[in-house]
């Protein structure tokens, strides 16, 4: 049963970065399409980044595209989520899970193996 946990969320001004990490315990990650999600408070929980099985395919959102990037790395059974040029509104808590759907989803009821989150501020 694959199980991940986030790390690495903080608070940055406007403009600055951040990277998540999410790592998987028991499993290889490599078997599974990741996705990372986030959700502020009164909204839904949204998939702002998937990647492939192989690493090959990454999906963004239109409002994260040339700012956030998704990376795994097998050897370190971990996925990562570059956050560069943020904005207050990508303050929310970012959680990582796994899908094997075909093709991956952007529908967070496809998915499991959720963390516990790591909460992401952007204020000045």
């Known amino acids: 049963q694959v199980q991940l946990a986030e790390s690495g969320g903080g608070v940055v001004q406007p403009g600055g970065s951040l990277k998540l990490s999410c790592v998987a315990s028991g499993v290889y990650i490599g078997n599974y399409h990741i996705g990372w999600f986030r959700q502020a408070p009164g909204k839904e929980r949204e998939c702002v980044a998937r990647?492939?099985?192989?690493?090959?395919?990454?999906y963004y959102i239109d409002d994260v595209k040339g700012r956030f990037t998704i990376t795994r790395r097998g050897t370190q059974n971990t996925v990562y989520l570059q956050m560069d040029a943020l904005k207050p509104e990508d303050t929310a808590v970012y959680f990582c899970?796994?899908?094997?759907?075909?093709?991956?989803?952007?529908?967070?009821?496809?998915?499991?193996?959720w963390g516990q989150g790591t909460q992401v501020t952007v204020s000045s």
């Open positions: 899970a796994a899908t094997t759907m075909v093709g991956g989803s952007p529908d967070p009821t496809t998915y499991y193996g």
């Open positions: 990647i492939s099985r192989s690493g090959v395919a990454q």
